[in-house]
């Protein structure tokens, strides 16, 4: 049994927009990274997963359970994090996660209970008593964490949650996404834009575009070693190229990088050697890695090169 | 955070499952209820926010508190003194009339903070994805809203009853004397709370501006209330009397005076002298379509 598991799901909104084309993917427990650009329809997927929007077609299951007649069962046991802003300003972070913890049907003292354990867990302290609207965004966010986790749900569902954060609150917040989801075992659902924060957080991914399946997989066949050797010198990389070529080594030079196709140990004591012969002083040396971003490249059908910078 | 050097951090107790009790769909719905009337009432909340419906409750049994000063202090002149309290104005089939206008205040006050807050923060996805369904959200913040103004609106009658019976030379008798009064009393209040209640709701639930509400819900009980004058006092016949009937207003006057089996205390609505069943059938239409209304919104709205 999969933890989601869609059959040709497709939404269509009034006005024609295709949001969600005939997807048909399997999601397994684990910390799952959705990605796509803006408008891939990563949103309206999770939407439907909750029961917030009505498919047009096809069909969704979650634990097993259908979307479209079972939402409630489902619904006792998923978190939700919006992309948006949704929290009330006029009250504070322990009343309003206490709140939603009886909304999921938690008894008085457990949801207080819950609310305190939760709210320590995402790291918001004294904080919590003040009203919601003098909130940092930083705060803010981790109160939307907060109110997802107060049920304990057994998937969490997070649409874009570094919105609006500084490199520092969004570092933070994805290490606490990625605790929440290998420590505690709560499988996630993690909806980005931002390819790197997948990367640091996922353990599979799903990437969409345009509402159809581009691919599913483990993180790591995106970023297996290519077989290609990156190589930096602090000058004339062009010299170093025709070189190596007169070795028998397969080279291209792309800007300021060689990439060089790596045979066997022996490649890189090649490029050394050439390079102390040349003069030349060695910068870097490393196996290149394949990056999501390339994924994105090859379904546009741009240069089908592993050649670019890393994904952030 | 740290006990000192060890570096082994004391109050992270790390996250926790939960294998508590989960009660579901009801649970929820009743949690959201209570805590639609203590919005209603401000509690939990700042002070300001709880200026407007505890003055208004005050307000409301103001009347009530006169009466029992005035029967009080008749008791003690004797006899003389009945009469002067057969002619007091504040009786329970007057009450209602009186404070009509409180009641529409707190509905058009508070029925936007139960229906708009929600809308304006952006919560309702958070509500919808939970344990309960759109439809339920709704039912339990209406009935939040009603159970609110039945405070408001039995509050005056129920202080009355238990003074009039405390004020009494015998008490038991004094009770036999006013219990009579209570079904109607009761019929009365929840026509009442419940149209005054459903129509703010529907209206309230339209906007996520509190502003807009609260005008629209004052107005639907002061426009109708004009026109509905206007057309009867030109006397255009059966169809002119029936415009009472899409007053709210003058339909809660006309459901008061047929339960308590007095004259209306509006002049419109005695004017229009439609039979006195027509009102409270008018009450459950007026009921009945702001429920649909605001079912409709419910189940459309965006979130």
């Given amino acids: 049994m999969s933890l989601v598991s869609l059959d040709r799901l497709t939404k269509r909104y009034p006005g024609g927009v295709m949001a969600l084309d005939a997807l048909t993917v399997a999601i397994e427990p684990g910390v799952v990274g959705l990605v796509g650009a803006n408008g891939a329809g990563k949103s309206t997927l999770i939407k439907i997963l909750l029961g917030l929007l009505e498919a047009s077609g096809g069909s969704a299951r979650v634990f097993d359970l259908d979307v479209a007649t079972q939402g409630l069962a489902i619904r006792q046991r998923v978190g939700y994090m919006p992309e948006h802003d949704c929290l009330p300003v006029d009250i504070s972070a322990s009343e309003f996660v206490n709140h939603m913890a009886r909304m999921s049907g938690l008894p008085r003292a457990n949801a207080r209970e819950r609310t305190s354990d939760v709210l320590r867990h995402v790291g918001l302290f004294e904080e919590r008593y003040r009203p919601m609207g003098g909130y940092s965004t930083g705060m803010k966010q981790r109160v939307k964490l907060a109110q997802a986790l107060v049920h304990d749900p057994r998937l969490l569902l997070l649409d874009e949650p570094t919105n609006g954060l500084d490199p520092a609150g969004r570092d933070e917040m994805l290490e606490l996404i990625r605790r929440t989801g290998t420590e505690f075992g709560i499988a996630i659902v993690m909806a980005s834009h931002l390819l790197g924060e997948i990367e640091r957080v996922c353990d599979f991914l799903v990437a969409i575009d345009a509402g159809r399946l581009l691919r599913a997989a483990a993180l790591g066949t995106f970023t297996q070693k290519t077989g290609i050797l990156l190589v930096d010198v602090d000058e004339s990389p062009q010299e170093l190229a025709t070189r190596l070529a007169a070795d028998g080594l397969s080279v291209r030079v792309d800007g300021h990088h060689l990439l060089v196709q790596i045979r066997d140990d022996a490649t890189f004591d090649a490029v050394r050697d050439a390079a102390v012969d040349l003069g030349l002083g060695l910068v870097r040396l490393e196996p290149r890695r394949g990056s999501l971003e390339d994924l994105f490249r090859d379904a546009e059908g741009d240069a089908v090169s592993p050649a670019h910078g890393q994904a952030a | ?303």
């Fill in chain 2, 1 to 303: 955070m740290t006990a000192s050097g060890s570096g082994g951090s004391i109050y992270d107790l790390g996250y926790r499952g939960y294998e508590g009790p989960r009660l579901g769909r009801g649970a929820a719905v009743a949690a959201l209820l209570t805590h639609s009337v203590r919005t209603a009432y401000g509690l939990g909340r700042s002070a300001r926010s709880k200026v407007m419906p505890v003055g208004l409750v005050l307000l409301a049994v103001l009347p009530s508190l006169l009466a029992l000063g005035i029967i009080a202090l008749v008791a003690q002149i004797g006899p003389a003194g009945e009469a002067i309290e057969a002619i007091s104005p504040i009786r329970y089939s007057t009450l209602f009339p009186f404070i009509a206008v409180l009641v529409f205040l707190f509905s058009a006050s508070q029925a936007p903070e139960l229906f708009g807050r929600d809308q304006r923060a952006g919560v309702l996805p958070l509500y919808f994805s939970r344990a309960t369904s759109r439809l339920d959200y709704a039912g339990a913040r209406t009935l939040g809203l009603l159970v609110s103004l039945l405070v408001l609106v039995l509050s005056p009658q129920l202080l009355l009853l238990v003074g009039r019976v405390l004020v009494a030379a015998d008490p038991v008798a004094g009770l036999a004397e006013e219990l009579p009064e209570l079904p109607a009393l009761l019929v009365v209040g929840l026509l009442v709370v419940t149209l005054v209640g459903t129509v703010s709701s529907a209206t309230a639930a339209l906007t996520p501006r509190r502003s807009y509400a609260t005008v629209a819900i004052i107005g639907i009980f002061l426009i109708p209330n004009i026109a509905s004058a206007l057309l009867v006092e030109l006397e255009t016949g059966l169809l002119g009397q029936m415009a009472v009937l899409l007053s709210p207003a003058d339909v809660l006057d006309g459901v008061n005076a047929y339960f308590f089996g007095v004259s209306p205390d509006n002049q419109t609505v005695a004017q229009a002298g439609l039979p006195g069943w027509s009102y409270p059938v008018a009450a459950g239409a007026w009921i009945i379509g702001s429920l649909a209304v605001l079912a409709r919104r419910y189940q459309r709205i965006e979130a």
